[in-house]
């Protein structure tokens, strides 16, 4: 990969949220300038950052990317900050056949919409006792893979429950991108387990730089988001990270370092596709 990128500083954006949509729209734009105003060029907002999560809300809350609130605001929120922006996730109606989505959307420095990721794995979870959550009650997934062109190189996103699976994270890597970045909303019983170690291994496997960012915790909501906002380097190293309330973390990311460090360390050449060209084809 060539580093002729410019140098990018990122914030994660740990938000409170509420269930009033038009409040939260304002509560991101506050944060996204502020963001901005440290220097801040490539900024991400949480998962459902405009409602509450939850089956229930996903129609309730759901608008179309074509004239939706969030949109047009999101989009003036980049354009104001001069920033990219990783808009978090909405509850996404698809007006073609009213399926509901749960999807990120993404914006250049001038506010033009440039990639839309629809969650693809679906957050279906029975812990019993501790949780039950089925977002395929009201949600439909999304049917590809997300990476985005940036003047500081390309990204790969994915939304929350994506991040479980490595397989998205080694195809961005191989394809280019040198960061993952995943609006997520883990729990007070996923989050303290897994929440982390997934980043630090998706970024350790693939040498690249990892990112989630989660809603503030709010314990008289529905579901109570784990918070822990986290930014890792390709060397699953924990950058930056923070507690369960609302809040911005930064970094800056430095694509020489991650390429001297592939280097230092060849994962990508010395892979043995020979021996696992496809293992969707391993019996069970
Ligand atoms: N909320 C999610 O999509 C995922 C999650 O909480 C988990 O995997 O744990």
Redesign the pocket.
Known sequence: MANTAKPCKLALIQLAVSADKDANLANARTHVLEAASKGANLIVLP?CFNSP?GTGYFPEYAETLADGPSVKSLSAMAKDAKAYLIGGSIPERDPTDEKIYNTCTVYNPEGKLIATHR?VH??D?DVPGKIR?Q?SETLTAGRQLTHVDTDFGKIGVG??????FPEPAMIAARQGCFAMIYP????L???PL??ELLQRARAVDNQMYVAACSPARDLKAAYHA?GHSTIVGPAGNVIETMDENQGIIYADLDLKTMAEFRQNIPLTTQRRFDLYADISKVKP
């Open positions: 998962e999560y969650k679906l957050f979870i959550f977002e939304i929350c429950y994506d991040i479980r997520g909303a883990f729990n019983t996923t989050g897994h929440w784990w």
